[in-house]
T-cell receptor, first 114, second 114 residues
Framework: GENVEQHPSTLSVQEGDSAVIKCTYS??????FPWYKQELGKRPQLIID?????GEKKDQRIAVTLNKTAKHFSLHITETQPEDSAVYFC?????????????FGTGTLLAVQP | SAVISQKPSRDICQRGTSLTIQCQVD?????MFWYRQQPGQSLTLIAT?????????ESGFVIDKFPISRPNLTFSTLTVSNMSPEDSSIYLC???????????FGPGTRLTVL
């Protein structure tokens, strides 16, 4: 079955710097890759996603890139702010199939130092 | 996006008892899922709640321990049966969104088993 690896497990950056989180997946049939942000005590929130027919997607300070050949995708946050501090999860799924289930990475704790 | 609510938001239970968690959505959704998030860990899919038929369970999860109902397109329940301290976790429901592949999470139920 699908397996998603995520690195690093923790990341500390200075406010204003960029942060990059990387994930690899095992199932070449996966075609949907969302990223979730989870603040302490809150639910995971979908912040950006990418589908396999696209190589890059951007939304203000957040961007996601996908390399289907290497089976990895990355989250890029530019001009980080203290409110970006949270746990970030990547996930992979095969949409359009019978289950549409998400397989999550292990998470990255991002700390943005003021 | 849909408004998702869960009841209860938290509970403390004695071992050997059962707890039923409810997930309510304010609009009809195609698919509903139940996840477990153990303390400090990632999200693990328990099962897909199928409307009008038996849930589809992931490896390691069984119907006797986690019975699930989905009587209509806006409501589902997850029961955690014969609880032990190892069942202490956050249980989250998720629903598919308008975009293909999207999933959105409920606020979660924090369960502590003594």
């Amino acid at each position: 079955g699908e397996n998603v690896e995520q690195h690093p497990s923790t990341l500390s950056v200075q406010e204003g710097d960029s942060a990059v989180i990387k994930c690899t997946y095992s199932d070449s049939a996966s075609n949907y890759f969302p990223w979730y942000k989870q603040e302490l005590g809150k639910r995971p929130q979908l912040i950006i996603d990418i589908r396999s027919n696209v190589g890059e997607k951007k939304d203000q300070r957040i961007a996601v890139t996908l390399n289907k050949t290497a089976k990895h995708f990355s989250l890029h946050i530019t001009e980080t702010q203290p409110e970006d501090s949270a746990v970030y999860f990547c996930a992979a799924s095969i949409y359009g199939g019978a289950t549409n289930k998400l397989i999550f990475g292990t998470g990255t704790l991002l700390a943005v130092q003021p | 996006s849909a408004v998702i609510s869960q009841k209860p938001s938290r509970d403390i239970c004695q071992r050997g008892t059962s707890l039923t968690i409810q997930c309510q959505v304010d609009s009809q959704v195609t698919m509903m899922f139940w996840y477990r998030q153990q303390p400090g860990q990632s999200l693990t899919l328990i099962a897909t709640a199928n409307q009008g038929s038996e849930a589809t369970y992931e490896s390691g999860f069984v119907i006797d321990k986690f019975p699930i109902s989905r009587p209509n397109l806006t409501f589902s329940t997850l029961t955690v049966s014969n609880m032990s301290p190892e069942d202490s976790s956050i249980y989250l429901c998720s629903v598919t969104g308008q975009g293909v592949g999207e999933q959105f999470f409920g606020p979660g139920t924090r369960l502590t088993v003594l």
